[in-house]
């Protein structure tokens, strides 16, 4: 997180992500972008701010996630959730506050799975996820149990932190807010 208000993707850029790369590529440098650094944090100094946006008349789900942005294609940025990871935590868990708007909802999870050279796709070995559609006025800690389904080793985890749950379909409510720390 920089010093600026302004949410920096950690190096290296193929860990941690936002929508932020992106809006830049397109609109040149906001002047308060989709994630934000927050001094409204549970520890330390800062949290990270995610609050959901009409950018040029779109909707833009605020939205964290392990990975990277793809922009091969220039001001057509694709999300790469994901990263490789061969662990088997138990739990994913942290600090957050959530402020929807009109009805949207929060989306937290964590997904691992493994590749299968026999189909040619992912298959998945653990998930959990918490969803919000009410307020949470107050830093509020979560554990959230891994429900695996496979004893495999995964090759890859994807982790999302999202104001609005179906940013990724461009649903969702500008304004919604949500504060991971």
């Given at each position: 997180l920089s010093t600026s208000g302004r949410y920096e993707d950690p190096s290296p850029t193929t860990t941690w992500a936002t929508?932020?790369?992106a809006m830049d590529l397109i609109l040149g440098n906001l002047a308060t972008s989709i994630v934000q650094k927050s001094t409204d944090a549970h520890g330390g100094s800062y949290a990270a701010l995610m609050k959901s946006r009409n950018i040029v008349g779109n909707f833009v789900g605020a939205t964290l996630f392990s990975g990277q942005l793809n922009t091969t294609v220039p001001f057509s940025p694709v999300p790469l959730l994901g990263?490789?990871?061969?662990?088997?935590p138990v739990a994913l868990s942290g600090w957050y506050k959530y402020t929807p708007?009109?009805?949207?909802?929060?989306?937290i999870y964590l997904k691992l799975t493994k590749w299968n050279t026999a189909t040619n796709t992912r298959d998945d070995i653990g998930y959990v996820e918490k969803r919000d559609y009410a307020a949470v006025n107050n830093y509020t800690q979560f554990y959230l149990p891994i429900n695996y389904t496979s004893t495999q080793t995964p090759d890859s985890i994807t982790i999302v932190f999202s104001a609005s749950a179906g940013?990724?379909?461009?649903?969702?409510?500008?304004?919604?807010?949500?504060?991971?720390?």
């Open positions: 929508p932020n790369y990263m490789p990871f061969t662990g088997r708007v009109g009805g949207d909802s929060s989306d940013a990724e379909q461009k649903l969702g409510q500008v304004g919604s807010s949500l504060w991971i720390d």
